[in-house]
Structures are given as structure tokens and as C-alpha cells.
């Protein structure tokens, strides 16, 4: 019968399964030396994914620094394909004066001609920069759809980040003209746009790196996640033509303790990952309020856990706004979703590290997600504090997003090492054993011989 595996078993797989990074990118041989072709042909494809994904991060940091220059209205148009900026005197004049048009410029009448310029350049630079996301994605997903290189399965993944991506645009200037009307805001002292639009571009910036990097991720585990041919129990020797990745080659080395520590690793993964989503969309509606700005004190507010008087206004109708509009109320809800990240985090980590049921269920690349997750979530929290108490200065506030990104990228880097796990996989997995043994049992029906299983 199926025995439970030994170590050693289980670091052969493991060696299987996770090779060192560069040889997951681009060879496990060296092909100058050896002749042998390379390990995953879509390797440049993973790596334009992951590129762009990056590319979409710094997006959103350039983003968040345009937010916090206040910067963000000084552009009172919008144009698709873009446009250079001003290039003269005169160009810059009629720019500074459209931009006076508007309320914003009620509360800024000190601005001269220069302090424009620099927050009007943090604007375009901003919309450019997302238009040259678009077309590092676009251009190569055209070259690599017109040569075949996009792997099966890929195809619909591909026209839905494009999708994302134009959308964002859009939702960008839906965002900008919240913030231009007169309507907007009036009963506050200064002109924001609308929190809500706010946490909409972000939420979909935020949706569409994760799903780059989710998707750059899956490109380069193609190898070990798809089948071979004459391989497992329908492969060679059996008569069938089916095969076993080294993906299903791992789950079914696991014993039944071990699968479910590694199943619970993976659900606590994505919770993590999700719980991250949420911290992030509600800093959002932190910056939309300016609410960064006030109980600048940890771990208290003002000397109380729950400032319960200042968290219902009674001006706010319907009650429910105070949840998005409320200073007190969205800088406590993102206390407690930052703080409940960090410690799920930790707890992941250690749930993944130190545990003993962790030694046979986690792999060395699940092993080092889990260690950079614990370390930026302790790194995270620690910026969001240090950005409060210093009363939000534009680095500790921009450092804090971007760290929110890395939050996020090690929760899905460490769900998706866990993939192994997977309820679809496991799934798999017990049919193939279930075929196997029917087929046994068939054959010793039939008078025949019953193949040894693995010992």
C-alpha cells in the first residue's frame, strides 16, 4: 500500500518542484554547456508580466505622492492619448489660468507660476506614466499572441488585464472630476475628491497588480504544473496516455497530516492576502479624509482605545457615511485592519516555520515566502505608526503604501507556493488513485496480476 514518505523522499520532490529562481526563469541547465533546450520556453512571458507588474507599482507609488503634493487637481482636462506638457511661457500661463477656473484654486491663491508647475508635473507624470503601462503591456502581448508564446489556459487572463488597464484610466478621471465642482464637498473647508472615487482607483490599481503578479507567478510554474506525457498512471506502462506533473508528484507524496497543515497554510495565505486588499482600501479612505492628520498618537487615540463620541457625526446621514466619512471612524477602522494584518501575518509564518507539522508540508519556496511575509508585515505597521506620529510627512507616507504592496505581493507569492495544496489538485489527484485502483481491481478480476504499488 501507499506509505507514509520519508525525508529524503520528500527533498527530492522538493528539489523537483523548486528550483533555485533563476533556474524557474530561465534554464536548471546551462544550455551553452550542456545542449539541452531550456526548462520553460515561457519564461519571457513571465517576465513581461512581472515587469509590467512592477511597472503598475510604481504607478501607484508616483500616484500616492501626487495625492500627498496635492497635486492631483492641477490638470483640470483629460485627453486619451495624452499630451506634452506646456513648453513655453505662454503655454504655461494659459494652463495656470484654466487651472484658476476651478474651487481648488479658492483655497491656494499664494501659488505663483513655479510652485504650479511642480504639482501640474506630478499630474502628468502620473497619466503618462500610465499610458506607458498600457503600451508595455499591449505591445508584447500582441508579439507573443501573433508567435503562439502565450501558454494554454492564458489567453482570457491576458484580454482581462487589458481590460483593468483601460478601465483605470477611466476611472482616474472619473476620480479627478469628483474634486473639480462646486458640488463637491460643501460642507468642508477644503476641496478633496470624493473618498469613494479615491478607493475605486486605488482598489482597481491594487486588483490589477495582484493579478498581474498572480498571473506572472503561474507563467513560470508552467513546467512543473503541467502534465507529461507518458508519465503517472495513465502515462507509459499503463496503457494510457495521460500524465502526473511534478505539482501532483508532490501532493501525493504528502501523508494526510501533512496535506492538511499545508491546506491550512494555503487558506490562511489567501486570508492574509485579502486581509491585506482591505487595509489597503481603507487607507484610502484615510487619505480621501485627510484623517492621517488627526489622533496622531499609538496606540491609543487621544488616550482612548475607541474614541466611540467622535465616531458618529451627527451631521453624517445615513449613519453608515461615518464608516468612510468619519475622521475617527476610518483612521480606527484602518488601525485595526493594519494591526489584524500584521498579527495574521505573524501568525502565518510561525504557523508555516516553527510549527512540527510544518517540517513534511511546506516546501523551501512556500518556507521563504513565509519568512519575507512575517518581515514586511512587521515593517508595514511599523511605517503606518511612524507615519502617524510624524503627522503624515510625503516619504513615511509613501514608503507606508509601497509597503502595503509588499505585504501583498508576499501573500499571494506564499498562497500560490502553496498551490500544491490546492482543493482542485488534491481533487485530481484522488482520481488518478482512484483509476489506479480500479484498474487493479479490473485486472485481478479478470485473473490477472496485480501490479505492486509503491513501496
Known sequence: GWRIPREDDMMMIYDMISPSFQDDVDTITNPAVSGKTAANPHAPVAKWILGTGGLVAGMVHIGGVTRLTKSGLSMTDWKPLGSL????????MVEFERYKQYPEWQQRKSMDLEEFKYIFYWEWGHRMLGRTVGLAFAAPWAYFAARGRIPPGYHGRMALLFAMGGTQGLVGWWMVKSGLGDDRRGDRNEIRVSPYRLAAHLGMAVATYGTLVYTGLGVLSVPHDA???????????SGGGGGTSKLQQLARSLSSSA??????????????????????LSGAFVAGNDAGNAYNTFPKMNEQWIPSEDMVDPVLRPKWRNLFENTATVQWNHRLLGTSTAVSALALAGLGLAHPAARNAVTPQARRGLQVLGGVAVGQVSLGIATLLHYVPIGLAAAHQLGSLAVLTSGIYVAHSLRYASPALMRGAAKEVGAKVATTAAGVGKGGVAPAMPA
Open 85 to 92: 506638457p506646456p513648453l513655453t511661457t505662454d503655454e504655461w
Open 227 to 237: 502534465a507529461r506525457a507518458g508519465a503517472g498512471a495513465g502515462g507509459a506502462g
Open 259 to 280: 496535506m492538511t497543515h499545508a491546506r491550512k497554510l494555503r487558506v490562511g495565505a489567501m486570508g492574509v492576502t485579502g486581509l491585506t486588499a482591505a487595509t489597503i
